[in-house]
C-alpha cells in the first residue's frame, strides 16, 4: 500500500482521536454533574436546608458597661446584618472576589470555563479564583467532602449547584451578608464582626476604608496575607485591593493614591490568647450554664452557650480591672526577681532541691524527671516557648510568685474586679478560689464575735508571754517581738497584736468563733486549737471577700455573683437577675459599725498605714492585714460601703516562701496590689464617684466606747492580782458555768 494512503488514514484516525477527547470529556462532565446533581458522591442540601441555615454563633460576654471582655463558642463567629456592612467594606468584596457579582445568578461562564481548563485539563490544584461570592459562600456554609481524584470537580460542581439554589433562595445582599458572616480569617476567627474585632478591636461598621481592604485581601490566603504575622505582604495584598476597587469604579484615582501610601495599622486584640477577665470569664460560663440550664428545664427550650449568640451582661468593671492588672504588673516582677535569686543562692538551691525532689516523689515523676517537655513558660517580660526538662519545669514552677485579687460590691455582691492569677493562659489555677492559710486577715472574725458577745473596745487584754503547755508548749508571738502592757480590743486589732488576741480568744471562746465563721460562709473546718486565734484557719479570696461585705454593709451576708443578664441575639432578655433586699443578717448593725471604726482604724495607723503614706491612696477605707507563718501567704483586705478588695499572694507551696517580712509580709507583698489599684481609681474620675464612698459618721454613743488609748502600762494593782490569778484553764467539752468557757488546754507566764 502506497505510503501516501497509510499517512492519510492515521491522520484521519489522529483526527477522530483529536475529536472523541473533548467529546469523551464533555460527556464525561455532563455525567459528573447528573451524579453530583442526584446524590451519587452524597445529597445537596434542599431550598428548606438553605433557608433555615443559620451559623453557630459565638456568644458575647460584655462588662457592665457594654464592652467585649470574651466569647464562648465553637467557630469564633458573630453575624452582623448588611446594615451593619461599610458599603467600601462591600465594594471592596465584590471588586476582589467577584466583580460580575451583580450580574450572574450563582454561575460565572467565564470564572468556570477558566477553572474547567486549568484545573481538568492543565492539572492544576492552585487554580482557585474560579468560584463566585455564591460558590464560596456554599464552600463556607457545608465545606468540602474527599472523594479521591475526583474531590477538586465534584466539590465544584457541588458548589456550583448549591450556589444557583442560595441565589434562587436568598437577594444579592442576604448573599453577601452570609459571606462575611461565615468566612474564615485564620487564628480560628470567622466572619468579618470577629475579624474587625481581632485585628482593629472595632466593630464592622466603623472599619474605614483601607481597614476593609486587609481583611478582603486575607479572603485570598487568611495566612498568607495575615497583618500580624506578615505585615508587608498583607500591606501589597491591602493595595491590590484598593487598586481593584478603583478599577472597578469604586475609588477616585486620588482617593487611591492617599490610601494606598498609609502605613499599615492594626489594632490587635486576641482575648482567647491573652484576656484580661480569663479567670472571670471562667466564672460567668460556670453561673451562665447553670442559668441556661434552669431555663431549658422550665422552657422546654436549648439555649446552647457555644452556638446560639447569647449575649451576657456580668457585673465586671473593666476599667477597674485594667488597673487592677497593671498593678500586678507593676508590683510583682520585681518580687519575682528576688524570690528566685534566693533560691538560686547555694543555701536556698539546696532547699528547694529537696522540695523539689519530695514533690517529685508525690506526684510519682521521679522516674520522668530528665524528660523533655514542650511547654509555654511564664515570664513577666514576655511567657515563651521552651523544650524543658520535667524536673527543671518543676524547680520553676514551686519558684513562681501567685497572687490573685477580687473586688466586689458589698451591698449587692457584684462582683466588679476579679483577677485569679498572674496569667491565664499559663497558670490558669484560679487563686481567687484557692484555700490558703489566713493569718492575722482571720482576726476581724474573732474580733466581731467578742463585740457580738458584749466586750467593749476599749477593754484591755494583756501583751505578756504565754506558753501553752498542752500544746507543745506553744506560744502566740508577736509579729514585732514586743510584750508587756496591755492593749485595748482595738488598739490589739490595728497593730495586731498576737497575744492580747489570743488572751481576747479565751474569753470570747471557740463556739462562738465558730457559729460566726460559719454564718459568713466559709468552708473551711476550725480546728480546736490555740493558734486559731492568729488564724490558722483557712480560706479563699472569695470567702474573704463575702466576709468582709459583712462588715461594710452593716451586718448582711451577700452572695458574689457575675451575670446581670441574658439577652438573644434579637435582644430578648431570656434571664435578668433579681435584685433582692432580704439578705441574712450576721451582725448586729452596732458590731459592724464599731468593727469599721476599729479597722479604719487599722489602715491610718496600724499595719496598713504604708496605704496613706507609701501610695498615697486618700479614699475612705478599712482595712486588715495578714502574714502567715515563714511569710508563706501574704493578705490584704479593704473595703469601704461601695467596694470590698481582697488580695492575697504566695508561691504554691508554703516550703516556698520569702526569708523576711520586708518583702513576704501582708504589708510588703498583698497590700501594694490594692494599693496601686485603689490609688488608680483615685485618679479615675468615674471610678472616684464610683468607689469612693465614705463610712458613715459614728453615734456619740458608740464614738465614746471607742475613747481610749490603744496601749496602757500594767497599773501597781495590775501587777499585784497577777500573782495570785490561776492561769491553768482545765478543758471540758461543755461549759463549767454561765460565765466561764472552758479550753482544751492549760497555760503559764513564760517569765519573759
Known amino acids: 500500500m502506497p505510503f501516501n494512503i497509510i499517512l492519510k488514514g492515521n491522520m484521519k484516525n489522529a483526527a477522530k482521536v483529536i475529536l472523541l477527547i473533548p467529546a469523551a470529556l464533555l460527556i464525561f462532565f455532563i455525567l459528573l454533574i447528573l451524579a453530583v446533581r442526584f446524590g451519587a458522591f452524597g445529597s445537596l442540601p434542599g431550598e428548606e436546608e438553605l433557608r433555615s441555615y443559620r451559623g453557630a454563633t459565638a456568644s458575647l460576654v460584655l462588662s457592665e458597661d457594654g464592652r467585649i471582655i470574651g466569647r464562648y463558642f465553637h467557630q469564633n463567629r458573630t453575624n452582623v446584618s448588611y446594615n451593619h456592612l461599610p458599603q467600601h467594606l462591600v465594594e471592596a468584596l465584590v471588586a476582589t472576589e467577584d466583580a460580575r457579582f451583580y450580574r ?12 474547567a481548563v486549568r484545573s481538568l485539563i492543565l492539572n492544576d490544584p492552585g487554580s482557585g479564583g474560579g468560584s463566585t461570592i455564591s460558590q464560596q459562600l456554599a464552600k463556607n456554609i457545608f465545606g468540602r467532602e474527599r472523594h479521591g481524584p475526583l474531590s477538586l470537580p465534584v466539590n465544584k460542581i457541588r458548589e456550583a449547584l448549591v450556589a444557583l439554589r442560595i441565589e434562587r433562595i436568598y437577594s444579592k445582599e442576604e448573599i453577601l451578608t452570609l459571606y462575611l458572616n461565615t468566612v474564615a480569617f485564620g487564628e480560628n476567627v470567622y466572619g468579618i464582626e470577629a475579624a474587625s474585632r481581632r ?8 472599619l474605614t476604608v483601607e481597614e476593609s481592604a486587609v481583611l478582603v485581601g486575607m479572603l485570598a490566603a487568611n495566612t498568607l496575607y495575615n497583618p500580624r504575622l506578615f505585615p508587608e505582604r498583607a ?29 499599615l495599622a492594626l489594632d490587635y486584640v486576641n482575648l482567647e490568647a491573652a484576656n484580661p477577665a480569663g479567670y472571670f470569664l471562667v466564672q460567668v460560663r460556670r453561673e451562665a450554664e447553670e442559668i441556661l440550664a434552669e431555663i431549658n428545664d422550665r422552657t422546654g427550650r436549648s439555649w446552647n452557650l457555644e452556638e446560639d449568640g447569647l449575649v451576657i451582661n456580668t457585673t465586671l468593671n473593666h476599667r477597674l480591672q485594667d488597673h487592677a492588672i497593671r498593678s500586678f504588673r507593676q508590683h510583682l516582677p520585681p518580687l519575682q526577681k ?3 535569686s534566693r533560691y538560686s543562692a547555694r543555701a536556698g538551691e539546696r532547699i528547694l532541691n529537696d522540695i523539689a525532689q519530695r514533690e517529685m516523689q508525690r506526684l510519682n515523676l521521679t522516674e520522668r524527671a530528665s524528660d523533655t517537655i514542650f511547654m509555654r513558660v511564664f515570664d513577666w517580660e514576655g511567657s515563651y516557648n521552651s523544650s524543658i526538662t520535667v524536673y527543671d519545669s518543676l524547680l520553676q514552677a514551686l519558684t513562681l510568685l501567685h497572687a490573685g485579687m477580687m473586688g466586689m460590691d458589698p451591698l449587692s455582691g457584684a462582683v466588679r474586679m476579679y483577677i485569679g492569677g498572674i496569667d491565664h493562659h499559663t497558670q490558669p489555677f484560679d487563686q481567687v478560689t484557692a484555700r490558703r492559710q489566713m493569718a492575722s486577715a ?8 467578742a463585740l457580738e458577745k458584749g466586750i467593749r473596745p476599749c477593754k484591755y487584754y494583756d501583751n ?19 510584750y508587756g502592757g496591755q492593749y485595748s480590743m482595738a488598739g490589739a486589732l490595728s497593730a495586731s497584736m498576737n497575744i492580747p488576741t489570743f488572751n481576747l480568744f479565751l474569753e470570747v471562746g471557740y463556739d462562738d468563733v465558730e457559729h460566726l465563721w460559719n454564718e459568713m460562709g466559709f468552708s473551711f473546718p476550725l480546728a480546736r486549737t490555740p493558734a486559731l486565734a492568729l488564724g490558722t484557719a483557712e480560706a479563699s479570696i472569695r470567702e474573704a471577700a463575702v466576709a468582709y461585705a459583712v462588715l461594710a454593709n452593716g451586718g448582711y451576708r451577700v452572695e458574689p455573683y457575675t451575670i446581670i443578664s441574658i439577652e438573644t441575639p434579637g435582644g430578648d432578655v431570656i434571664y435578668r437577675r433579681e435584685q433582692s433586699s432580704a439578705h441574712t443578717r450576721i451582725l448586729s448593725g452596732q458590731t459592724a459599725i464599731l468593727m469599721n471604726a476599729m479597722l479604719q482604724k487599722a489602715v491610718n495607723e496600724g499595719t496598713g498605714t504604708t496605704m496613706r503614706t507609701a501610695y498615697g491612696v486618700t479614699l475612705p477605707l478599712a482595712g486588715k492585714t495578714g502574714t502567715s507563718q515563714n511569710h508563706a501567704d501574704a493578705w490584704f483586705a479593704a473595703y469601704n460601703p461601695s467596694l470590698v478588695i481582697v488580695s492575697r499572694a504566695g508561691s504554691s507551696t508554703r516550703a516556698v516562701h520569702f526569708a523576711e517580712g520586708a518583702h513576704g509580709s501582708g504589708t510588703a507583698l498583698a497590700l501594694p496590689l490594692v494599693a496601686h489599684t485603689m490609688h488608680a481609681v483615685q485618679q479615675d474620675r468615674m471610678l472616684n464617684k464610683r468607689f469612693a464612698a465614705g463610712f458613715p459618721d459614728l453615734p456619740p454613743a458608740l464614738e465614746m466606747m471607742l475613747q481610749c488609748p490603744d496601749y496602757r502600762e500594767k497599773g501597781v494593782l495590775d501587777r499585784f492580782l497577777d500573782r495570785f490569778r490561776d492561769d491553768v484553764i482545765i478543758f471540758t467539752e461543755q461549759e463549767r458555768s454561765p460565765r466561764r468557757r472552758m479550753w482544751p488546754f492549760s497555760r503559764r507566764r513564760s517569765g519573759r
Open 104 to 115: 450572574h445568578r450563582g454561575i460565572d461562564a467565564r470564572s468556570l470555563a477558566r477553572v
Open 199 to 206: 485585628y482593629f478591636d472595632k466593630g464592622t461598621g466603623h
Open 235 to 263: 500591606l501589597k495584598r491591602r493595595n491590590l485591593v484598593i487598586s481593584r476597587m478603583e478599577g472597578q469604579g469604586y475609588l477616585q484615582p486620588e482617593k487611591v493614591d492617599s490610601l494606598t501610601s498609609l502605613p
Open 338 to 340: 528576688i524570690l528566685r
Open 442 to 449: 482571720f482576726k476581724p472574725v474573732l474580733y466581731a464575735a
Open 464 to 482: 505578756d508571754s504565754i506558753v501553752v503547755e498542752d500544746y507543745d508548749n506553744w506560744t502566740p508571738v508577736n509579729y514585732s517581738r514586743e
